[in-house]
């Protein structure tokens, strides 16, 4: 079956950075648009970044563009996302999310598959 698995997520202070990483299997990696999506304790799940199937098309919330970087690496079936001057309001869940189909999606109705979550915690 399809497994999304995040790991790298942790306590970091403001300002620091973290690499976030989702392993995919049980999937042709390679057809899925994959994204990444937040929820803070308190308030719905929110968009943060999203990736073409080839890499070349990338898209971001505003709240995170030029602080985050998303990136996939079809031989190694895994999507990331660097953090960057990391601030106590990006403290969250961080859910990676797979969609089979062509063009990136800022809407998680539109994924097929979901991780488990990892927690992000950004200390003032």
């Known amino acids: 079956q399809v497994q999304l698995v995040e790991s790298g997520g942790g306590l970091v202070q403001a300002g620091g950075s973290l690499r976030l990483s989702c392993a995919a299997s049980g999937l042709t990696f390679s057809n899925y648009v994959m994204g990444w999506f937040r929820q803070a304790p308190g308030k719905e799940r929110e968009f943060v970044a999203a990736i073409s199937r080839s890499g070349g098309i990338t898209s971001y919330a505003d709240s995170v563009k030029g602080r985050f970087t998303i990136s996939r690496d079809n031989a190694k079936n895994t999507v990331f996302l660097q953090m960057n001057t990391l601030k106590p309001e990006d403290t969250a869940v961080y859910y990676c999310?797979?969609?089979?189909?062509?063009?990136?999606?800022?809407?998680?109705?539109?994924?097929?598959?979901w991780g488990q979550g990892t927690q992000v915690t950004v200390s003032s």
């Open positions: 999310a797979g969609r089979h189909g062509t063009y990136t999606s800022n809407s998680g109705v539109r994924y097929d598959y």
